[in-house]
């Protein structure tokens, strides 16, 4: 059965366990082998993937390029501007044609409703590698690291420094399916997306909004943060002003629980967002988060494909 991954609710929270569990047996499972050499059931053997990018990337291209060599697949990379996507074919059309020729789609898009009629219009499962609405795949990663590291999901305590974005987002809807608290500290006009904080209540989530960062921080286990100034968004030098009262430094993880952990979904703009000693400190996982893409990719690839 295939199935789209749009956003993190499409699959659920018992699914999202199941994706965790299935990606740490995975990752134990091939420790020291080479980074190409298959998982030993090679589950996607004969499938191929299409990865198309409107937008720049590093972890999310090569984490799907290799979670498909991992489970036996292969991958496909099609860059916005050397596709007749960027000559003016609709989406629709575009959709038709991959289905007949690939077994998934993977999209890093902007606008959201792009991803939307994709998948409305494709027969194979679409999945979101990332839009300017929510970042799915990035947060079954987070999830996954925060788990790794000796905390559980329901209770959990995480805090949101900086701009509402898609990854906040994405994180919302995650406490909604999980149970945990994520208190957000955002400056006035950067607030997340209503709909995904009042479906994350009402899932039983515990969302809290406020402007006061060490409010946000007091007591959180996870504590993380994003760039401020995102692909393609204009009024950098305003963003940055209204968002440097935010950044995560060592005081701010003073404030955080003893052996609070920090993510950031990287890139990361040193000192500006985040201090060195904090992202280079005992305290920072970004590097397992990092590579947390990979295995939370193969997951995410074979509930899409109806293999989980």
Known sequence: MARDFLNLSDAGGDVVAAMINDAIDRKAARKSWPKARPDADAPLT??????????????TRVSFDMAMRQLGGSALIMEAGSTQLGRGETVADTARVLSRMVDAIMIR?????????????????????LTDLS???????????VVEHGFALPGLQL???????NVANSLIEAAGLMKFTIRLAVPAGYEPDRDFVERARAAGGEVILTQDPREAAAGAQVVVTDTWVSMG??????????LEPYQVNAGLMAAAAPGAK?????????????????????QSVV???????????????LWALGKL
């Open 46 to 59: 004969g499938h191929v993937l299409a990865m198309i990018f409107e937008k720049n990337s590093t972890r």
């Open 109 to 129: 898009t902007d606008d959201h409703a792009k991803i939307e009629e994709l998948a409305h219009y494709a027969d194979v499962p679409v999945i979101n590698g």
């Open 135 to 145: 970042h799915p795949c990035q947060i079954v990663a987070d999830l996954l690291t």
């Open 159 to 165: 805090a949101w420094l900086g701009d509402g974005n």
């Open 233 to 242: 968004q204009e009024g950098g030098e305003q963003r940055i002003a209204a």
């Open 262 to 282: 920090f993510l950031h979904c990287l890139p990361a703009h040193r000192n500006e967002e985040v201090t060195d000693d904090v992202i280079d400190g005992p």
């Open 287 to 301: 590097w397992d988060e990092a590579e947390n893409r990979l295995h939370a990719q193969k997951s995410v690839l």
